[in-house]
C-alpha cells in the first residue's frame, strides 16, 4: 500500500567529484542512480518530486519536476523546494546520490511519525543521515529562516523537542549491510555501488 507521504528526491548537487554527466544519471545495474529512486518512490509514494537546478535535462521524466524557490543552490534549498511543492504533510527526502535506499527503513520511518514530529531520522555511527530522513511541512518557517540567515546546514534548523530519531540498532534489524546509506561521490564510490548491485 502506498504511503500518505510525498516522496522527494534532491538532484541538483554540483558534481564536482564525479566528472562527465551528472552523477544521477549514471548506471549502477541495470538503470541509472536516478531510475532506481524513482521506481522505488513510486512503489512507496502517492506522489514523488525531484527537485533539479535544470529541469530541462529531466523532463523525460513522469514525475513532478521543481527547481529552488531560494536562490542559494544549496541542499537546504532543495529540501526547502521539496516541502514547499509537497501535498501531503509529510515528505520522505533522499539524495540522488543514494542507490540503495531500502524500502523497509523508510516505511519504518514514516511508521514513526508522530503528531508534533517535525524530523524523523537515522541514527548511525556516524550520526544523524538528514538526507534520508522524513520531514514535516511545518519545517518550511524554519528553514526559510536559516536561509534568510545563510545558515546552510540541514541540522542547524532542528529543534531537539520536534526531532525522532530512530536508532542504529533498529536500523541494522531493517537493513543488515547498512546500505541506504551508501552515496556515490566519487569514481571510486560508483565502481563500488556497481560491484554492490552485483551481490
Do not use: W
Request: aromatic letters at 8%.
Amino acid at each position: 500500500m502506498k504511503l500518505d507521504c510525498t516522496g522527494v528526491i534532491l538532484a541538483g548537487g554540483k558534481n564536482s567529484r564525479l566528472p562527465g554527466k551528472k552523477k544521477t544519471f549514471h548506471r549502477v545495474g541495470e538503470v541509472s542512480m536516478l531510475e532506481r529512486l524513482c521506481l522505488l518512490c513510486s512503489r512507496l509514494f502517492k506522489e514523488t518530486i525531484i527537485v533539479v537546478n535544470e529541469p530541462e535535462e529531466f523532463m523525460s521524466l513522469d514525475m513532478m519536476v521543481v527547481t529552488d524557490i531560494v536562490p542559494a543552490r544549496c541542499v537546504l534549498a532543495g529540501l526547502h523546494a521539496g516541502l514547499f511543492y509537497a501535498s501531503y504533510p509529510y515528505a520522505y527526502v533522499t539524495a540522488c546520490d543514494i542507490p540503495f535506499a531500502s524500502e523497509a527503513v523508510i516505511r519504518h520511518l514514516v511508521d514513526r511519525v508522530r503528531p508534533g514530529d517535525h524530523v524523523v531520522i537515522p541514527r548511525t555511527d556516524d550520526g544523524l543521515e538528514p538526507l534520508s530522513a522524513v520531514y514535516s511541512r511545518e519545517c518550511l518557517p524554519l528553514i526559510e529562516e536559516s536561509l534568510k540567515n545563510s545558515i546552510f546546514k540541514i541540522k542547524n534548523f532542528y529543534k531537539k523537542k520536534h526531532v525522532r530519531e530512530v536508532p542504529v540498532s533498529v536500523l541494522r534489524k531493517l537493513d543488515p549491510d547498512m546500505g541506504f546509506i551508501f552515496n556515490v561521490n566519487t569514481p571510486a564510490d560508483l565502481e563500488k555501488a556497481r560491484q554492490m548491485a552485483l551481490k
